[in-house]
């Protein structure tokens, strides 16, 4: 079974509806993350999470929040979703008790989200 | 500001080498890292090297790192169709957060 896993895997929606993608992990990692992925753009922060109680904003957060339901569990949601939020979501977690700075992350399958 | 940046697209033919540059502004980068990503899947750690190194081997991957010139490189030895694929270039900043390149697109051709 995948180690972070991500619903659903793609979504078509309309301008204005509320959406929430859906990240689990089974890794046993403090540390969460949510990331869009736009061609030539590489993957651009939105939000992270070093703990259930512990919401940060990344590069990208406006149009977006998030929710820590437990530490496995760290959901994305757009309140009323723009065409230009099309693009592909990826969750990511890390080991926060890693020495150092080394970070490596897991990274879940992505959604594809199209917003007509 | 950190800034990573990458070549869009690099194609080569079955069996030579490809070579996939990075430049980077953060001279503070503790650790680089090279990710890959598959058609229709999530990234996937390939390589890292720690900042007081110069180059780092393992099996058909070469990493060069060149601090003064904030350059970094992946090197794929006898380039398979099977490493078609996005690499994405990442630093480490002081927070231990993760700065992207936009990712370059290997193509390989048999």
Known sequence: DADVTQTPRNRITKTGKRIMLECSQTKGHDRMYWYRQDPGLGLRLIYYSFDVK??????????????????????????????????????????????GYYNEQFFGPGTRLTVL | GEDVEQSLFL???????????????????????????????????LTYIFSNMDMKQDQRLTVLLNKKDKHLSLRIADTQTGDSAIYFCAEANAGNMLTFGGGTRLMVKP
């Open chain 2, 11 to 45: 194609s080569v033919r079955e069996g030579d080498s490809s070579v996939i540059n990075c430049t980077y502004t953060d001279s503070s980068s503790t650790y680089l890292y090279w990710y890959k990503q598959e058609p229709g899947a999530g990234l996937q750690l």
């Open chain 1, 54 to 99: 512990d919401i940060n904003k990344g590069e990208i957060s406006d149009g977006y929040s998030v929710s820590r339901q437990a530490q496995a569990k760290f959901s994305l949601s757009l309140e009323s979703a723009i065409p230009n939020q099309t693009a592909l979501y990826f969750c990511a977690t890390s080991d926060g008790l890693a020495g």
